[in-house]
């Protein structure tokens, strides 16, 4: 929020937090970070949808945790077990997109002539994967065939589109590298992947490359091998987080 205003990147929708609650006839109306309500329902989550991807994960909920999210954009917050503001919400998604592979230095010096600032979001999220494919289908010599990342999706899990697949395996790599990075930064015990585009790219975040990219941190790969990595099936974490941070906020209210 900037004073009244919603900072809004991804969705063309002016956003007033006044006009809104007068026009919704609502006594009170707070506006918090997507993110932050995803992070707020991540105790909350049962166990059967919760799908490992990497490190030891028996033993329970580790704390602090990363959660990490590509959907419409980028989303990552921290959660921390518990206290008066368990959770940093942040926009790690606007921060600049990193290469670790002779490829994606080839693909970011491509974004780097259509943007000034190629930041995550450009590549990890579901419009992300529509600047990548064409890039790598310029890259392989052929003619992009699809339109949206439905299309693109659906095209790779039927495995005849080459360049569809491996723009699901570039992509799945690219996040384990940033989930590494992001952990070893914020010191993260355990990692949470969410959002919209991970349930529909399991087959590839499971293959292998997510991992190795995870985990490709010099020596701070023996450490992130420990750390637990699951996937969330679960579609309503944010309204599950929101409910949860306006309990706790009722309870702070009453106390």
Sequence with gaps: LEGDHLVNTNLPWPVSVADTRTQA???SLALINDFEAVAYAIP??????????????EG??????????PGTGLGAALRFQGGHQPVLASEAGHAALTAGTELELEILRQM??????????????????????PCLCGLRGVAPQWNTPEQLIA????????????TLEV?????????????????????YLVGGIPPRI??????????????????????????????????????????????????????
């Design 25 to 27: 006839g609502l006594r």
């Design 44 to 57: 909350h989550v049962q166990a059967d949808t919760l799908v490992p991807l990497n490190g030891e994960t």
């Design 60 to 69: 329970g909920s580790r704390w602090p945790a990363l959660v990490l999210g």
């Design 112 to 133: 780097q002539q259509r943007w000034a600032h190629v930041d995550q979001e450009r590549i990890l999220s579901g419009s992300g994967l529509m600047n990548l494919y």
């Design 155 to 166: 095209a790779a899990h039927l495995g005849d589109d080459l360049v569809a697949v491996e």
């Design 171 to 191: 992509f799945s790599a690219w996040l384990g590298s940033l989930a590494g990075d992001l952990a070893i930064t914020f010191g993260a015990r355990s990692v």
């Design 202 to 255: 399991a087959h590839f975040l499971h293959a292998g490359g997510f991992q190795a990219r995870f985990l490709a941190k010099g020596v701070m790969g023996r450490v992130l091998a420990q750390v637990p990595v699951w996937r969330v099936e679960h579609g309503e974490l944010g309204m599950l987080g929101a409910a949860v941070w306006h309990a706790a906020r009722h309870e702070r209210a009453v106390a």
